[in-house]
C-alpha cells in the first residue's frame, strides 16, 4: 500500500491510537477522502444537506467552513429525514453537486434518484444497499470501520475536510461536539475518534481535563445542579432541595454570595475537592460510584461560564436548537459567528421554557383524558398542545420520574405537520428486557404507519387517519407482553 500521501504526523497518530489490526483500514479510509476531493475542486456553487441533531449541525458546519474557505458558493437545507419530499425538492435545486453529511447512506436508494445530479455522502450511519451506483460514499462502514462508537458524522466529515487540506484541522473541536451529541464517548473516546481529539488538542482549540463530570458546571446553579441531575444518584439527596442545601451546609461549603447561589466552577478548589468526595461516598450503593469522575473537554476560546465552554453543554444546545427549527443559528455559532453564538443561547433558553411548561402541563393534567395511566403503559396525548420537537423529550422526562412504576412503558402522541401524528415510546427503568424499536414497528404495522428508532428509545410517524388504528394496536400489543 502507498502510505507516501499520508503526512508523517498523521499516519503516528494511526500508530499511536488505533489497534494495529485495524491501522490499514484506517489508511485506506483517509485515502478515500483524497481520493475524493476533487469533488470540490474546481467548482462554484454546491448544495450541503445535513441532519437535525448535534452530529448533523456540527457536521454541516464543517463542511461549510470548509467550502467557505475553498471559494464555494453553498446553499443548506438541514433535514430530520431524507424521504420522497427531500429527494423531489432537491431534483429541482439550480446546483449540480450535492453533498449529504450525518445523513444519506440509509437512504441510498431514494438518492439514486437524484440522477442529474453528482452527489457526495458523507455519513456513518450503515449503508442501506451495496451498490452505491454513481454515488460517491464516504463511510466507515465500507472499511471495517465502526460507525456507530468509534466515529461520528461530524467525524467522517472532518476527515475529509483535513485531508482536502491539512488547513482545516483547526475544525477538529466540532467533530469532538457532534462525536459528544452522538453518544459516542464513554470515559473518554476510542478509535477514529482519538484521533480527531489528538488533533484538537493540536489545534489548540480543545482543552481535556479530567475531573468531576457536572452537567452545567459552568452555568447551572450548585443547588439545582445538585436536585435535578438524576444521573448523580446521590443517595437520599438527588431530587430534593432542601436535601442539597443540608448537604451543602454539612461540608462547610460557601455555596451562597450576597443572596445567589454560586456555580460549581464558582466555588474554591477545596470545595470542591470536599464535595467531589462526599458525593462519591453518597453513591456507594452504586456499583461505580466513581463514575462522576471523568473527562471533560473545553473549548479554549469560549468564555468561562458560558453555555459553549464544555463540549457536553455546546452538544446539548445544539440539539435545541435543532429543535426549535433553528438548525441555521446552531450552524452559524458553530462556524463563529459571535452574534449567532448569542441568538444560540437565547434559543436554548426559550427551549428550556418549553420543555418546562410541558412538564406543568403534564403535572397538571394527569389522570384526565389526556393522560391516561392504563397500568402497563401511559399514554400522554399531547396532540394540538404540545410541540412534536418537545413531546419526546417529556416522554423521556416522565419515563424518569420516580413516581413511575418500573418496566412502564411512557407513549406520546403530538401533531408531526397536516398529515402525520408523531408518536414516541419510553420505558421507565434500566431497559434491557425490551426492544423498544421492534414493539414500535409491530403497532406500526397495523396502521399503515412507519416506525424507527432505537432499543431504548422510538418512535412512528402516523397517518391522521389511522390514528384510532394505531390506539387499537397499542392496547393489543401492550396486552401481549
Ligand atoms: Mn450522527
Known amino acids: 500500500?502507498?502510505?507516501?500521501?499520508?503526512?508523517?504526523?498523521l499516519l503516528e497518530l494511526i500508530k499511536k491510537n488505533i489497534e494495529e489490526n485495524k491501522q490499514n483500514n484506517v489508511i485506506s479510509f483517509l485515502k478515500k477522502a483524497k481520493e475524493y476531493s476533487s469533488f470540490v475542486k474546481n467548482e462554484t456553487n454546491i448544495m450541503v444537506v445535513s441532519h437535525l441533531d448535534a452530529d448533523g449541525l456540527t457536521s454541516a458546519a464543517i463542511i461549510l467552513k470548509t467550502l467557505q474557505r475553498e471559494g464555494i458558493i453553498y446553499n443548506?437545507?438541514?433535514?430530520?429525514?431524507?424521504?420522497?419530499?427531500?429527494?423531489?425538492?432537491?431534483?429541482?435545486?439550480?446546483?449540480?453537486?450535492?453533498?449529504?453529511v450525518d445523513i444519506g447512506s440509509g437512504q441510498l436508494e431514494l438518492i439514486k434518484q437524484l440522477e442529474d445530479k453528482e452527489i457526495l455522502i458523507l455519513d456513518h450511519h450503515e449503508p442501506s444497499v451495496k451498490d452505491y451506483g454513481g454515488i460517491l460514499h464516504y463511510n466507515p462502514h465500507d472499511f471495517d470501520l465502526d460507525?456507530?462508537?468509534e466515529i461520528s458524522g461530524a467525524g467522517t466529515t472532518y476527515f475529509y475536510s483535513r485531508m482536502l487540506n491539512e488547513k482545516n484541522t483547526d475544525l477538529a473541536y466540532l467533530a469532538i461536539i457532534g462525536a459528544i451529541g452522538d453518544?459516542?464517548?464513554?470515559?473518554?473516546?476510542?478509535?477514529?475518534?482519538?484521533?480527531?481529539?489528538?488533533?484538537?488538542?493540536?489545534?489548540?482549540?480543545?482543552?481535556v481535563k479530567k475531573g468531576v463530570k457536572l452537567f452545567g458546571a459552568q452555568t447551572k446553579n450548585i443547588v439545582s445542579l445538585l436536585t435535578y441531575n438524576q444521573d448523580l444518584a446521590l443517595k437520599g439527596i438527588t431530587g430534593s432541595e432542601q436535601a442539597v442545601i443540608n448537604f451543602l451546609k454539612e461540608l462547610n461549603i460557601q455555596y451562597e454570595e450576597e443572596g445567589r447561589i454560586k456555580k460549581y466552577i464558582d466555588l474554591k478548589e477545596e470545595e470542591r475537592q470536599r464535595l467531589i468526595s462526599a458525593m462519591i461516598i453518597k453513591r456507594s450503593h452504586l456499583e461505580n460510584p466513581n463514575e462522576i469522575i471523568g473527562y471533560y473537554y473545553s473549548l479554549t476560546e469560549e468564555k468561562r461560564g458560558s453555555p459553549l465552554k464544555d463540549a457536553r453543554e455546546y452538544a446539548t444546545l445544539l440539539n435545541a436548537c435543532g429543535r426549535m427549527d433553528a438548525a441555521s443559528i446552531g450552524i452559524a455559532a458553530c462556524m463563529g459567528n459571535e452574534e449567532m453564538k448569542r441568538k444560540a443561547i437565547a434559543v436554548?433558553?426559550?427551549?428550556?421554557?418549553?420543555?418546562?411548561?410541558?412538564?406543568?402541563w403534564y403535572k397538571q393534567n394527569k389522570n384526565t383524558e389526556k393522560i391516561k395511566n392504563e397500568g402497563k403503559y401511559i399514554i400522554i396525548d399531547g396532540r394540538n398542545i404540545i410541540k412534536a420537537e418537545i413531546i419526546g423529550t417529556l416522554a423521556s422526562i416522565v419515563s424518569r420520574m420516580e413516581e413511575i412504576k418500573e418496566n412502564t412503558f411512557i407513549i406520546s402522541i403530538a401533531d408531526a405537520?397536516?398529515?402525520?401524528?408523531?408518536?414516541?415510546?419510553?420505558?421507565?427503568?434500566?431497559?434491557?428486557?425490551?426492544?423498544?424499536?421492534?414493539?414500535?414497528?409491530?403497532?406500526?404495522?397495523?396502521?399503515?404507519?412507519?416506525?424507527?428508532?432505537?432499543?431504548?428509545?422510538?418512535?412512528?410517524?402516523?397517518?391522521?387517519?389511522?390514528?384510532?388504528?394505531?390506539?387499537?394496536?397499542?392496547?393489543?400489543?401492550?396486552?401481549?407482553?
Open 183 to 207: 453518544v459516542q464517548e464513554h470515559n473518554g473516546f476510542i478509535g477514529l475518534n482519538k484521533i480527531i481529539l489528538d488533533e484538537a488538542v493540536q489545534s489548540g482549540k480543545l482543552k
Open 147 to 149: 460507525g456507530s462508537n
Open 1 to 9: 500500500m502507498q502510505q507516501e500521501t499520508l503526512s508523517k504526523e
Open 417 to 481: 405537520d397536516e398529515e402525520n401524528y408523531k408518536v414516541s415510546i419510553r420505558i421507565k427503568g434500566e431497559q434491557n428486557n425490551y426492544d423498544l424499536r421492534s414493539i414500535m414497528t409491530k403497532i406500526a404495522e397495523k396502521s399503515n404507519s412507519q416506525a424507527g428508532g432505537h432499543t431504548n428509545a422510538a418512535g412512528a410517524l402516523v397517518p391522521k387517519k389511522n390514528i384510532e388504528e394505531f390506539l387499537k394496536a397499542i392496547k393489543k400489543i401492550m396486552e401481549e407482553i
Open 76 to 100: 443548506l437545507r438541514v433535514v430530520q429525514t431524507v424521504d420522497q419530499k427531500v429527494v423531489d425538492e432537491l431534483k429541482n435545486v439550480s446546483e449540480k453537486k450535492i453533498i449529504f
Open 348 to 360: 436554548q433558553k426559550e427551549y428550556k421554557r418549553a420543555i418546562g411548561q410541558a412538564i406543568n
